[in-house]
């Protein structure tokens, strides 16, 4: 049984430009989070969807957003990148509200 | 607001010592708590868990147990390994409310153990 996928595993991008990282979640799970790390931090959320819809949000701008697929699985986007979005992004699956089980992980890097 | 606070790292020990990380928390509701552990380019990987005051989450060596009267869960092992280096981190989710789903995490705390 597959666990959670992420990709890519590492992206580099310019200031300004636009981001789409992916997510597919653990088999059976139909609640997908968004975390951001930045360096030598805890996980900060994002947003998590469930039925294709956002279900909560965290403190994050609008450039922020994402998408649940029918399949259940999810893309975070964002927009106008800054240097201060470099991070480790990380998706987490959960079937409903229990226990969330954590991907890899996408290395963003803004220059 | 919501918040864990973690005890500052890192945490520098020989094999087999004892370890003790510590967590206290600040929770609107009835908080479920979590210890998650980062091994290096990794992702985070559940290590224990307790839902109510006074469980105590096992797992690999490691405990922490729910106490509600000082907001704490602090991790636990009898004897590290080298195995265990990794960052820790100490979370909660809150049911019901606003917050369900939603992990608020520590900062983290850097566990090195040496042969």
């Known amino acids: 049984d597959a666990g959670v996928t992420q990709s890519p595993t590492h992206l580099i991008k310019t200031r300004g430009q636009q981001v789409t990282l992916r997510c597919s979640p653990k088999?059976?799970?139909?609640?997908v989070s968004w975390y951001q790390q930045a360096l030598g931090q805890g996980p900060q959320f994002i947003f998590q969807y469930y039925e294709e819809e956002e279900r909560q949000r965290g403190n994050f701008p609008d450039r922020f957003s994402g998408h649940q697929f029918p399949n259940y699985s999810s893309e975070l986007n964002v927009n106008a990148l800054l240097l201060g979005d470099s991070a480790l992004y990380l998706c987490a699956s959960s079937f409903t509200y229990f226990e969330q089980f954590f991907g890899p992980g996408t290395r963003l890097t803004v220059l | 607001g919501d918040s864990v606070t973690q005890m500052e790292g890192p945490v520098t020990l020989s094999e087999e010592a004892f370890l003790t990380i510590n967590c206290t928390y600040t929770a609107t509701g009835y908080p479920s708590l979590f210890w998650y552990v980062q091994y290096p380019g990794e992702g985070l990987q559940l290590l224990l868990k307790a839902t109510k005051a006074d469980d105590k989450g096992s797992n690999k060596g490691f405990e922490a147990t729910y106490r509600k009267e000082t907001t704490s869960f602090h991790l636990e092992k009898g004897s590290v390994q080298v195995s265990d280096s990794a960052v820790y981190f100490c979370a909660f989710t809150i049911a019901g409310g606003t917050s369900y789903g939603k992990l608020t995490f520590g900062q983290g705390t850097i566990l090195t153990v040496h042969p």
């Open positions: 088999s059976g799970h139909d609640t």
